[in-house]
């Protein structure tokens, strides 16, 4: 990419300090992908850009490309997620999705798909109240997937991974290793070539379709028995494992809040 200055919108999505006074930020952009630069002297008490380079907004950025480095000369709040700011459990949510952005895109990628999806969530987040740690847990699951989506990781949930049919009910097993589900015709015409797959229920494939598919709204709606929900997020961190560079064996979910208690439906 060539260009000396960019003007754009951006949500930061992480930031570290660097040297003495500087900070090192990360933000997703519609028109560049993740961009990264410095923040000079952006830890100093009276810094005026830094208290414009803190998450949960939509900012208006300009950044200049040095011999060595890029740096934030220009910085406009344009629309601020004060409930996402402001409240615990929502930005605990919103930094393990940008944790998880971060952690799996590359610079200067472009990507408007990814930024209005990650737009989208932050402004659901923005306009409902707080909910349980379960709910938080299958809401980061549902961004993962569909994150997963973004990345050309789609997890086929609909038609037979090998004869591109569609999935009946209660006839399909689930394969891990190549992404989804496949028809019980040709795990038996094909034995050697589907040996791992194993049993799912059909609840949980219909949960796994609603986390992806369905309005935020819906989500939270959605009644979850609290054994299917810890089976979604064991099925998604293994896809995590097995088709994205660089996942974490750590669960994507870990730091999510605590368990204050165990309820049979989240």
């Given at each position: 990419m060539s260009w000396s200055t960019l003007k754009t919108k951006a949500i930061v999505i992480t930031s570290q300090p660097i040297r003495e006074v500087d900070r090192l930020?990360?933000?997703?952009?519609?028109?560049?992908?993740?961009v990264s630069f410095m923040g000079r002297g952006a830890r100093k008490s009276k810094a005026k850009l830094a208290a414009h380079l803190e998450p949960?907004?939509?900012?208006?950025?300009?950044?200049?490309?040095?011999?060595?480095?890029?740096?934030?000369?220009?910085?406009?709040?344009?629309?601020?997620f004060s409930n996402v700011a402001n409240v615990v459990e929502h930005r605990l949510f919103a930094q393990s999705m940008m944790r998880i952005i971060d952690r799996h895109t590359h610079v200067e990628d472009p990507d408007r798909d990814l930024y209005e999806d990650l737009y989208a969530w932050l402004k659901f987040l923005d306009n409902v109240e707080a909910f349980s740690t379960w709910r938080y847990r299958?809401?980061?699951?549902?961004?993962?997937?569909?994150?997963?989506?973004?990345l050309?990781?789609?997890?086929?949930?609909?038609?037979?991974?090998?004869?591109?049919e569609q999935?009946?009910?209660?006839?399909?097993?689930?394969?891990?290793?190549?992404?989804?589900?496949?028809?019980?015709?040709?795990?038996?015409?094909?034995?050697?070539?589907?040996?791992d797959t194993k049993s799912v229920t059909q609840e949980m494939v219909m949960l796994l379709r609603m986390a992806?598919?369905?309005?935020?709204?819906?989500?939270?709606?959605?009644?979850?028995?609290?054994?299917?929900?810890?089976?979604?997020?064991?099925?998604?961190?293994?896809?995590?494992?097995?088709?994205?560079?660089f996942a974490s064996e750590i669960p994507f979910w870990q730091g999510v809040l605590t368990l204050d208690s165990v309820p049979t439906n989240v």
């Open positions: 930020y990360r933000a997703l952009t519609p028109e560049y992908g993740k949960f907004a939509v900012v208006d950025l300009e950044i200049v490309r040095g011999r060595r480095s890029m740096t934030v000369i220009s910085v406009e709040r344009e629309e601020s299958f809401l980061l699951s549902a961004f993962t997937l569909r994150f997963m989506e973004r050309g990781y789609k997890v086929e949930l609909r038609n037979c991974l090998s004869c591109q999935i009946m009910p209660l006839s399909f097993r689930w394969h891990t290793g190549k992404g989804g589900l496949v028809c019980t015709d040709c795990v038996k015409d094909e034995k050697q070539e589907w040996i992806r598919e369905n309005q935020f709204n819906d989500l939270l709606a959605a009644r979850l028995p609290l054994d299917h929900l810890r089976q979604m997020l064991d099925i998604t961190h293994e896809l995590m494992q097995y088709h994205v560079p």
